[in-house]
Every structure is written in structure tokens, then in C-alpha cells.
């Protein structure tokens, strides 16, 4: 098998909204590649990108997945990537290692929340990108709307390389701009530009030629003087551009018709960067800040993990992309993030779920291994003597979460297993215990995201699980100080049981915790019975009186009671101590805690008014406002009671624009008629 090069690669990713045809586009650029044999379809199920059974069940894509083709001597490594916000974590791994990107928008669809999120991604990684105006032969297509939907979203950069022929039903093909030739029909059929279209192609390749001849000195005095541009100096000149960022070309097509795909493979060989035309980001620790260095053949290795995957038959497959040096298989490597020695076994290169064995992956290529032992997504896999660690991917922090509950005891026992190896497998679920509540909390990116992570548990690993809103870790105090005593006397055959306690409780400042003061004097309890007694007082803190929640942020002094030198033990005084307490909670006119959290909102302007009228509503107390490019910052303290579903609140309030954070802050009073109902909720839970 042809081995490729830094010289000879392109890896790009796919990206958009969700449903703009990006998995039927793969498909279409693997035929016309001849990568694949025949056209697979989405609602069939049959995609080579689609194959996990939760894809083919929602028809959507939830992975990323590795496409490999070839074209004009050069291999492409297309990544299909998901179009749901829930799934931005395989777009951020996509992004990380592709040096180009197309962004698929449909024609009737137009410029969506999608659109604008993968955009926003591109520009953070400063990736060169093209536009793809994909389903043209959609009801309602029409591509003079979306290309003004284009600029006036992402500038006047975004220029149109192509026009279509037609629309809707009559769609037939594009007209080439540079070219000035007309391509119909699928295998496409090189013609004149129709006449019908000339004066609008003229115009449109003038603003082309225009944008190209100002990324260059001696292009633009060439144009300014009046002279032809050759089409080499054209097709340079944009290549510059595109590599550079400085012009987004729109092209034209229709991935279920494959019109347009041929024409959008050459742009991409032509104008997309190569891997030894984008530096590599070392990380350096503080001392010694991140640098850039020259990708190359025959330098040490150096390669990032950027994925992941728990196969049920062949265990752990980690994918992986080459940047600097060579991969062989049947190796050893070093893991320069664990600091630990890794075992290569046979190498290959994926192409959907078709794995295809081979002896090295090179540098600028992508390549995968299965049952490494240490490794994890992220990591760095270079020599020991010379560790590169490359800079790792920055995965979001999850904003949405559930209790997990095992369906049955079988399901019990293998629950733990089965969400570390999730949450290895999916760096953006994490996994911790609520200690409070007694509950596993999975948190991930939104509901369908924790939805799938339930179906892939019962699938891949036989574990049944249900997810619930998690329960909130309410707790219990005092207001006023008590007093209260209790005597534990009992008298059977043979010894009796005697432990008599007096108390004093007292509140303290909010996140004090519990304190307990021994101020017994002159003997009246033995000071052996002391431990006993807090013992009692500590168990029965754990449930107080008003609703059963732990009680918190008192002070409890032990300052007198008897004892019988024949009767007493450390079990009468610990019962003792553990009743003299509930009798003092309830005289110390107990009150119900909520966990406040602190929360920031990052929302375009439009929807600012809405979402503090929905802050407000969740009893927030808003503390201030921030404009943040083009966007309003809300920071907030809300009741965590509040906001468990607040994720899937916010995305129907801002159609998916908006992102929050939250974090915990104090505990506060709840207000009296919120109290009342927690309350009655937790008895008839008990009942």
C-alpha cells in the first residue's frame, strides 16, 4: 500500500448544522473517490461514516468518523463529524487534527444555529475553510439567499467559487468561476457558462478576481493596471487566501444527486493546506511556554490521541494523528502525559468501521491501534529521549446532568465498570458521588448526549441503567440556641441500660459545618462515655427532624448528665446523646438549606431580556452584566433547585446560541413556601 506523506495528505473535516447532508456528502466524495463501491443513504442505514447502531436507529451522526480516500495522487482523510450540540466534543477532537475544513450549509435551510457554532469553532483553531451550499436540488433551495445569509454573518471574505445551474428540481450543475466553464449532470460534462447566467457569472468573477489580486503586491498592481490575471496567478492567489483565512470560497452541490463532488474534490486538493504548511504546538509547562515547530518526516515521533472508542470485540481503539517522525507497528512507544512506557500492536487505518492493517503511519497521517493500556484521548505518544508533549485538546465542560440508576443488582455490580470506561471513551461525560444524596451522578453535554451514553452502557457493556433529575443535597440548621436532655434508662433481667445527657445547641455562621464541645465537669459522665456521646450526636445529625437531610452549621455542648457505675455504657450514652439532639433540633426552630449556585450565561444580545426574565423566575438574583464580543455575559446566584434542566432551558429560550457554567457557592435559607413543599414531598417519598 502507497505510503503518503507530509507533501501528499490533506485531512479535513466535516462540519455543520445538524441535518445539512454532511454524512451523505461523505459518502458521495468516497464514491466519486472510489473509495466505496455504491452510494449508501442515511435513512437506510448503510453510510460507511454511520455504522454505530444509536446513529442508525436516530439517524444521526454521534461520532466522528475516519474516511479515507484518494484523489489525484494525494490521500484525503475526511472526518465526518456530528451536527448536534450535543456531540461537540468529537468536533473539537476533528477540528484539532484536520489542517481544513468544509462547512456544509443547506439551501433551504439556510445559515443556522449549527452553522454559526462550527464557524465559531473553525476561527478559534484558525482553520482555512470552504462553504459548501449543499442540497440544491431541495424544495425551497435557493442559493442567492444563503450566500446573502453568508456574508452578512461571516463577512464579505465568504465568496462565491462557483454558481449553480438551476434549482430545486431543475438543479443540473454549477458554473466554475475561475474557470469560466459549466459542469452539468453526474459524472459531470465540461460545457460553455449558459448564457442565461453569463452577466451574473462576469460579475461574480470580477469580485473574485478583485478579492485574490489584494492578497498580493504584484497581482493587484497587474489588475489595477488593467492586465489579464493568468489563471495560474488566480489559482495561487487563492490558494494563498484560503490557506491564510483571507477569502472563504462558496461552492455549489448536491451530495444525493453527486453534482458538484468532483469539482469540490479538486478545490480541495488545490486550495485546502497540506500537513508541512501548519506548525505543530508543543505544550510547555509555565517555565516554558507553548512553542510551534516545523512538522517533519524524519524527526522523533510525536502524535496525539484524539479519540477513543470501547469496541465490545476488540476492546480499546485509540485513534490517533502523526505529527512529527514515524508509527510502526509492533512497537514501543512513550507516553509523554502519563510518563509510562506504551505497547503498539498492529497499526491501522480506519475507514468507517473497515479496519485496513498496516506496517507505519507517517507523519500528517491519521492511523489507529487497539488495547493500549495507559493511554487515553489527549495523550502524546513521542520517544523517551526526546518527549515532545503536544498541546491537548480542549473538550467542554459539561452542563447537563442525571442520577444513574441501576435497574437491578446484576446491573448494580457492573455499573462503576461501565462508566469509567464511558467516561475514557467520552472525555466530555464525567462521572462522580454525591455523597450528600447518595446518588452517581453522570454529567455530560445535554439530554440526547446522556441518552445515547444509557444506550451505549446496556449495548456494549450489558448494564441496564434509568436516569432521573438528581436529587438536591438540602441540608438542616438551627435558628435559636436549645437546651434539651434525655435519659436512656431500661431495666430487664440482669443489667439495665442507664446513659442520661443535658445539651446545648447554638447556630453557627453559614459553612461552619458541626462542632461538639465537651463542658462536663466534676465527673458527672465519666470521661470514657464522652467519644460515645458525640458519636450518637454525629449519627443522628445526618437526619434531621424537619425532612430527614443532614444538619449542618451547629454548635452542640455536652455540659452535664448522670450515669449508673453498674448500668451504663458506651451504647446507652451514644442512644442518649443521638435522642438529646433531635429533641434540641426541634427546639431550636430548625430551617431547611439550599445549595446556591453561582452561574454564568453566555448569550447573544438579542435574548437578554428573555433570559433574565427566566432567571428571575427561578428566584436568581442577577449581579451583573458584561458585553463579551458580541455577546451578554449574565452572572447570576440561583437556587441549584432550580436550574438541574436548566441546559435544555436555555437552548429552547435561545434556539441552542447560549452556554452557561455554574458552580457551587453557599448554602442559604429555602423561603418558607418552597420549604413547605420540599418537605411534604420527602414524606410522601418515605411513605
Not at 454521534?62 to 494525494?74: D, K, R, V, Y
Not at 435497574?407 to 455499573?415: G, H, P, S, V
Not at 434539651?484 to 445539651?503: D, R, W
Request: charge should be negative; glycine fraction near 8%.
Amino acid at each position: 500500500m502507497k505510503q503518503y506523506g507530509l507533501e501528499d495528505i490533506h485531512n479535513v473535516v466535516l462540519l455543520s448544522h445538524c441535518g445539512a447532508g454532511k454524512t451523505s456528502l461523505s459518502e458521495a466524495i468516497l464514491f466519486t473517490a472510489g473509495a466505496i463501491k455504491r452510494l449508501g443513504k442515511v435513512d437506510d442505514g448503510t453510510t460507511t461514516s454511520d455504522y454505530d447502531p444509536a446513529e442508525v436507529k436516530r439517524k444521526i451522526s454521534i461520532n466522528l468518523a475516519l474516511l479515507p480516500g484518494e484523489w489525484q495522487g494525494t490521500k484525503i482523510n475526511l472526518i465526518d463529524t456530528p451536527g448536534y450540540s450535543d456531540f461537540v466534543g468529537e468536533v473539537k477532537a476533528a477540528i484539532r487534527v484536520s489542517e481544513g475544513a468544509i462547512i456544509v450549509i443547506c439551501a433551504a435551510s439556510g445559515v443556522e444555529v449549527g452553522s454559526e457554532q462550527v464557524w465559531a469553532h473553525s476561527e478559534e483553531a484558525s482553520l482555512p475553510r470552504l462553504i459548501l451550499v449543499n442540497k440544491m436540488d431541495r424544495e425551497n433551495a435557493d442559493f442567492y439567499r444563503t450566500l446573502q445569509q453568508l456574508q452578512s454573518k461571516f463577512g464579505s471574505r465568504c465568496l462565491p467559487l462557483q454558481l449553480p445551474i438551476g434549482a430545486q428540481d431543475d438543479f443540473q450543475g454549477i458554473v466554475d468561476l475561475l474557470a469560466m466553464k459549466s459542469y452539468t449532470g453526474s459524472p459531470a460534462k465540461e460545457a460553455e457558462v449558459p448564457s442565461s447566467l453569463k452577466d451574473q457569472a462576469d460579475s461574480f468573477r470580477e469580485k473574485l478576481v478583485e478579492a485574490i489580486a489584494e492578497i498580493d503586491d504584484r497581482l493587484i498592481e497587474k489588475y489595477l493596471g488593467g492586465e489579464e490575471l493568468s489563471r495560474d496567478e488566480l489559482s495561487n492567489g487563492l490558494r494563498q487566501a484560503v490557506v491564510t483565512g483571507k477569502i472563504v470560497p462558496i461552492l455549489v452541490g448536491s451530495a444525493l444527486k453527486n453534482i458538484g463532488i468532483t469539482s469540490l474534490l479538486d478545490v480541495m486538493y488545490s486550495y485546502l493546506p497540506l500537513p508541512k504548511e501548519r506548525e505543530v504546538v508543543i505544550a510547555g509547562d509555565s517555565a516554558k511556554q507553548a512553542q510551534k515547530i516545523e512538522p517533519s518526516q524524519d524527526a522523533p515521533l510525536a502524535a496525539l490521541v484524539f479519540k477513543t472508542s470501547a469496541d465490545p470485540y476488540v476492546g480499546k481503539l485509540t485513534y490517533f494523528r502523526v505529527y512529527i517522525g514515524t508509527i510502526e507497528s509492533n512497537s514501543q512507544v512513550w507516553n509523554a502525559t502519563q510518563g509510562e512506557v506504551e505497547r503498539i500492536g498492529q497499526l491501522f487505518t480506519l475507514r468507517g468501521k473497515t479496519q485496513e492493517p498496516v506496517s507505519q503511519v507517517r507523519a500528517g497521517d491519521i492511523g489507529a491501534v487497539a488495547k493500549l493500556s495507559v493511554t487515553s484521548t489527549g495523550d502524546t505518544l513521542c520517544t523517551r529521549d526526546k518527549p515532545m508533549p503536544i498541546a491537548p485538546i480542549l473538550f467542554p465542560e459539561p452542563a447537563f446532568s442525571e442520577a444513574v440508576h441501576p435497574k437491578t443488582k446484576a446491573d448494580l455490580d457492573k455499573l462503576g465498570v461501565a462508566l469509567s470506561r464511558l467516561s475514557e471513551e467520552d472525555p466530555t461525560l464525567q462521572v462522580r458521588r454525591e455523597a450528600d444524596t447518595n446518588e452517581t451522578i453522570l454529567s455530560g453535554l445535554g439530554e440526547t448526549h446522556l441518552e445515547v451514553a444509557a444506550e451505549k452502557m446496556l449495548r456494549k457493556f450489558g448494564v441496564g441503567v434509568k436516569l432521573e433529575t438528581p436529587r438536591v443535597p438540602y441540608k438542616e440548621t438551627i435558628t435559636i440556641p436549645a437546651k434539651a436532655e434525655y435519659k436512656h434508662k431500661k431495666q430487664t433481667g440482669g443489667h439495665g441500660q442507664y446513659g442520661h445527657v443535658c445539651l446545648e445547641l447554638e447556630p453557627l455562621p453559614r459553612g461552619s459545618g458541626r462542632e461538639f464541645i465537651n463542658k462536663v465537669v466534676g465527673g458527672a459522665i465519666p470521661r470514657n462515655y464522652i467519644p460515645a456521646v458525640e458519636k450518637g450526636v454525629n449519627e443522628a445529625a445526618q437526619e434531621g427532624v424537619l425532612a430527614g437531610y443532614p444538619v449542618v452549621d451547629i454548635k452542640t455542648r455536652i455540659y452535664d448528665g448522670t450515669y449508673h457505675p453498674v448500668d451504663s455504657s458506651d451504647i446507652c450514652f451514644k442512644i442518649a446523646g443521638a435522642q438529646a439532639l433531635k429533641k434540641g433540633l426541634s427546639q431550636g426552630q430548625p430551617i431547611l438549606l439550599e445549595p446556591i449556585m453561582n452561574i454564568k450565561v453566555s448569550i447573544p444580545e438579542d435574548f437578554t431580556g428573555d433570559i433574565i426574565g427566566d432567571l428571575n423566575a427561578k428566584r436568581a438574583r442577577v449581579s451583573g452584566m458584561n458585553p463579551e464580543d458580541g455577546r451578554n455575559v449574565i452572572e447570576a446566584q440561583v437556587p441549584q433547585a432550580e436550574i438541574l434542566r436548566y441546559a435544555i432551558d436555555l437552548k429552547s429560550i435561545t434556539q441552542g446560541r447560549g452556554s452557561f457554567t455554574a458552580d457551587f457557592s453557599h448554602y442559604e435559607e429555602v423561603p418558607p413556601q418552597t420549604a413547605q413543599k420540599i418537605i411534604a414531598e420527602r414524606q410522601a417519598r418515605k411513605t
